[in-house]
């Protein structure tokens, strides 16, 4: 018996249809799992886009030119917010109504986040980046 045969919808800690967010329905009292799926699955867009924004729609740009340490700062935090978001909904708390705990999770994750946006900059590429070598004439 998994936790969604007994419940069999998407609120946690509440019945479904309850009080919710205009046009999307998330419940603004109980623990929801719509959002951190939401979410989640949302960072496909989100990391496309930024590679996008990053390389360009050259065909002659690479990969390689992106510092992958800043990705992988800003792709830590997502994670780790979408696990908050999923543990969070499970304890049927709505993520419009967060305790302190997990307000500290999210304040943590940001930090993350941003430090990867920090590392994403071009003032950060060049230190980051081993091939930049300075060449001797």
Do not use: C
Not at 42 to 67: C, D, M, R, V, Y
Not at 75 to 93: C, D, K, R, V
Not at 94 to 103: C, G, V, W
């Amino acid at each position: 018996q998994g936790i969604m045969q007994v419940n069999g919808g998407h609120s946690f800690g509440a019945p479904d249809g309850g009080v919710g967010v205009i046009f999307l329905g998330w419940s603004t009292v109980a623990g929801d799992m719509r959002v951190p799926h939401f979410f989640g699955m949302h960072a496909i867009q989100f990391f496309s886009i930024l590679s996008i924004f990053k390389l360009g729609l050259k065909p002659e740009t690479s990969i390689e030119k992106i510092n992958r340490t800043g990705l992988r700062f800003m792709a830590m935090a997502w994670f780790a917010i979408s696990i908050l978001m999923t543990i969070q909904a499970l304890n049927g708390e709505s993520i419009f109504r967060t305790s302190q705990n997990f307000l500290i999770g999210y304040i943590i994750s940001g930090i993350i986040g941003i430090i990867g946006m920090v590392l994403n900059t071009q003032k950060f590429n060049f230190f980051l980046n081993s091939n930049n070598k300075t060449k001797v004439a």
